[in-house]
């Protein structure tokens, strides 16, 4: 199933209850697009939501409301119903923000161009925690609700974890020589696995986050842009080449390729609600949805190529119990997020 958007797509995101999904595209507009296994896609909406590229979209509120983000520093809150706007936060950052993931349903967390990460609470409308977690854009970020702790990767090259209990920059790994630009968790918290811009991926072990415990480098020699979580074994891979497959962790290996999304680079990865459709945009425009069922009754295959190694690390997570690319990398030390004396106002009035 294809949808046109007809202009670059920066992000997508599926409703957490129904067959809807959002794309945010190059020229500050956020599209709204209802899809069925049976049925063409129907266009709801199509809202200029920002005076430039729309970055990121997620879903808040219980699927009520679309939070976008963009390099005009601003947040955007949209009505789902309507397309009307809800709430903008006008100089959120004071970079461009670059991406934008939800914590719980009222609270979600966004990364700019500087590496500065504000986690939101929308019910109280305020900034709530404040890292300077790297020094280069935020490219991936992942909420572990366990620990209570945010994961983000960089163009630095760094992995930071951020502590939202403890309002600071818990660890951060050494500089890589490459980009990181993708982050999920696997092993049930045991492991962090990281894309990176030259086709490596880097397996970092909980807890251990100075330097990765594992490589996966036979995986492809395009950066890996996007990285989804099937199970607690499985990735789903988004290259620079279009090229999606599906990979296996500890033993690493491809498991079988997915789909060519096209010949320009997957730019990001998203499942459907129900995990029937896995979502893809690239460079070529297109929003695509693929039949999940397909991938997981055939993901047994043959791997196609196999590393041999092992890890028989036993980290376990510590739960804590008390209260774009292209650009140019800079190498420099992370520095501690400070708590905000102030709330800043999430929803300034219209």
Known sequence: ??????????????????????????????????YGANALPQRLLEVRAHTESCRAVRFIDGGR????????????????????????????HGDAINRLINI??????????????????????SCCNSFDAHHDYVSD???????????????????????????????????????????VIMKNGRKVICGSQAGTLLLYS??????????????????????LKLDEDRIITGSENGLISLVGILPNR?????????????????????????????????????DLDDILQTSGKTPTSQATEKDSDSDEMDVETSPRKNKGTKRKGANIGNELSTSTSFFADL
């Open 1 to 34: 199933m294809e949808i046109n958007l007809g202009r670059l797509a920066f992000d997508l995101d599926f409703h957490p209850s129904s067959e809807l999904v959002s794309a945010g595209l190059i020229n500050g507009d956020l599209h709204l697009y209802r």
């Open 65 to 92: 409301a679309i939070a976008t983000c963009s390099p005009d520093r601003s947040i955007l809150a949209t009505d789902v119903e309507t397309g009307s706007p809800i709430a903008r936060l006008e100089d959120a």
């Open 104 to 125: 719980s349903e009222t609270t979600i967390a966004s990364g700019d161009d500087e590496g500065c990460i504000k986690v939101w609470d929308t019910r109280q409308r």
């Open 141 to 183: 970020m992942t909420f572990v609700s366990d620990a209570f702790k945010l994961l983000s990767t960089s163009g630095d090259g760094t992995l930071s974890v951020c502590s939202l209990r403890r309002n600071k920059v818990q660890a951060q790994s050494e500089f890589s020589e490459e980009e990181l630009l993708s982050v």
């Open 206 to 227: 909980w807890g251990c986050f100075k330097d990765c415990s594992d490589r996966f480098i036979d995986l492809s020699p395009n950066s890996i842009d996007a990285l």
């Open 254 to 290: 491809i498991i079988q390729p997915i789909a060519e999304h096209s010949e320009y680079p997957v730019e990001r990865l998203a499942f459907s609600h129900d995990r029937k459709f896995l979502g893809s945009i690239a460079h070529d425009q297109m929003l695509k949805l693929w």
